[in-house]
């Protein structure tokens, strides 16, 4: 699929004269070639992820690699720090029918409070199928080999996201650290994120809320969520209604977390986990899961309704 916001290629048209190039360039060089996606423009963002160039986001391929590295590119205009002992990326070894390494990607946003604060971890799966050969594509015959943008999985989450992070950037409104993560390896059993569960990273104690975005680019009528606690279930699900009322959004509770996914790994490691997402469709896992289809005005509302959420939860009395 052809996008406006190729990352990192810059294309010319082959007309323009060799001065105009030179302007171009010194212009790119002054604004910032980032500058030309407005942070966090989600559209722009879902059409980068899905550009041919990342190839579908096989976890273990180049095409991944690159989208990881367009990442960092996000986090660091974010202004967020490598959280990974200093490092953008944890490396995970993957298992079958994957082979080679995958990355996590994180970096945290630090809180006013000193760095005993809470931390808001805002989470999203950035792997997809590839071109549908090795992982479960849902494609019919002809469409095998072609590559999956995977525009709602999880493009859409993984841009909602970033929105949600910036929405909460002003240091004086928050108290609490923002911890922003992308997994590898979602599709093959969440193996990115078991790999992080399980190497019991420092600070995860104090993660007072995990919210994580899976496929929240399709929104219709609701918008359903997964809450993993039962500990003031009622509590914090009135919560829910009162923050999705003020801002237009009508919320579905499903009856409990879906296995076998990022979330639910999230919630196993103890962590009060918020999942969301707007539904299944029949272009999930096929190469017409394309960015054409998104609604993205209902993407920032669902940004508007997680960055409120995520304000008022480090009040210790929503806490579970
Ligand atoms: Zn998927």
Partial sequence: ???????????????????????????????????????????????????????????????????????????????????????????????????????????????????????????????HLGDGRLLRSSAGLGEIGQVHPGADDNASGVAVCLRTAERLLSREERSFGVLVMFFTAEEADSQGVRHFAQSSPPGLDRVVLAINFDQVGRLEHELFYELSTVAERDRLELRLQEVGNAIGLALKPLPRLSERTDASVLAAAGITTLSLHTGGHEDIHRPTDTPDKLNYAGMERIAAFAASMAKRFPDPGDRP
């Avoid at 180049?62 to 960092?72: H, P, Q």
């Avoid at 990326?89 to 809180?111: C, D, H």
């Fill in 1 to 127: 699929m052809e996008s406006r916001f190729k990352d990192p290629v810059i294309r010319f048209p082959a007309r323009r004269s060799k001065l105009r190039r030179v302007l171009f360039i010194l212009l790119l060089g002054l604004s910032g070639i980032e500058a030309r996606c407005q942070l966090f423009d989600l559209e722009c963002v879902v059409g980068d992820l899905c550009s041919e160039a990342h190839g579908g986001r096989l976890a273990g391929t180049d095409g991944e690699r690159t989208a990881a590295e367009y990442l960092v590119r996000q986090l660091k205009r974010l202004g967020g720090r490598p959280a990974f002992k200093g490092e953008w990326f944890q490396s995970v070894r993957l298992q079958e029918p994957l082979s080679g390494k995958g990355q996590n990607v994180a970096g945290l946003l630090p809180g006013s409070a000193g760095s005993e604060q809470p931390i808001i971890l805002l989470t999203a799966h950035y792997d």
